[in-house]
């Protein structure tokens, strides 16, 4: 399947891996926005949070376990987990994914979540 973040589990492209198990893969944001910024994906082909059903939730569910997991392991206290789905979103990788941010003090309202009207 052409699709970059399968190819990115598979190996066929480069990534720098944070956290591997049998379900999810978490690596580094190539474009960091904060000091931490990994995508935690399941590694079973889902295009997007609208298609999640009752057959593969339980990846989400892993993707959030895995999230806890890696937070205790690097002794991160608070962080930030962002799923954009759809264009408007700001999805731009059709591959289930979840933004995982940490190490800044982050605001919350538009500005920060970049909705200006
Ligand atoms: P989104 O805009 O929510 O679909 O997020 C896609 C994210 O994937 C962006 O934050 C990109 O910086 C990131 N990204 C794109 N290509 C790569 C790559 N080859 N390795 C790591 N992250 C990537
Ligand atoms: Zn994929």
């Known amino acids: ?46 295009s997007g949070a609208d298609q999640i059903n009752g057959e593969n939730s339980v990846m989400t569910a892993k993707v959030f ?10 002794g991160i206290e608070s962080y930030r987990i962002i799923n954009n789905c759809g264009d408007d979103a700001g999805q731009t990788v059709k591959h289930l994914h979840f933004h995982f941010l940490a190490g800044v003090k982050m605001g919350w309202g538009p500005e920060s979540l970049g909705i200006t009207k």
Request: proline share 7%; hydrophobic share 45%; glycine share 2%.
């Open 1 to 46: 399947m052409d699709c970059l973040f399968c190819k990115i589990i598979d190996g066929e492209i480069p990534s720098t891996k944070i956290y591997e198990d049998e379900y999810v893969y978490c690596f580094k944001d190539i474009a960091p926005i904060a000091p931490i910024h990994y995508l935690i994906i399941p590694k079973v082909h889902i």
């Open 65 to 74: 376990e895995a999230a806890a997991k890696i937070a205790k392991s690097e």
